[in-house]
């Protein structure tokens, strides 16, 4: 069974950063791209950032883009989101999700519980 669970988010103010992480488990981690939605309160989701496997290959949506960075650690099954130079459009609860193989913001089977991040003006 595909477990996934996020954690890191909290208050900040805007400008501030915070590092989210999503420490997966049940599946083989190398084999999958692993992702970053949001929801912000009555918005529809959004993907905000993926990484793919061997080649780590990176994407970014527009809105976080230089901002965001997320990274990989393979030895420790765990995905980092360092978020910086944060906004309050970036408050919103973060799902990390896991895709086999490629990188994909369309048809995710795979998601977890996500964390609130809350970012004041």
């Known amino acids: 069974e595909v477990q996934l669970q996020a954690s890191g988010g909290g208050l900040v103010q805007a400008g501030g950063s915070l590092r989210l992480s999503c420490a997966a488990a049940?599946?083989?981690?190398?084999?999958?791209?692993i992702g970053w939605f949001r929801q912000a309160p009555g918005k529809e989701r959004e993907g905000v950032s993926c990484i793919s496997t061997r080649d780590e290959t990176t994407f970014y949506a527009d809105s976080v883009r230089g901002r965001f960075t997320i990274s990989r650690d393979n030895s420790k099954n765990t995905v980092y989101l360092e978020m910086g130079s944060l906004k309050p459009e970036d408050t919103a609860v973060y799902y990390c999700?896991?895709?086999?193989?490629?990188?994909?913001?369309?048809?995710?089977?795979?998601w977890g519980k996500g964390t609130l991040v809350t970012v004041s003006s």
């Open positions: 999700v896991a895709n086999e193989m490629i990188c994909t913001f369309v048809g995710i089977k795979h």
């Open positions: 049940g599946f083989t981690f190398d084999d999958y791209a």
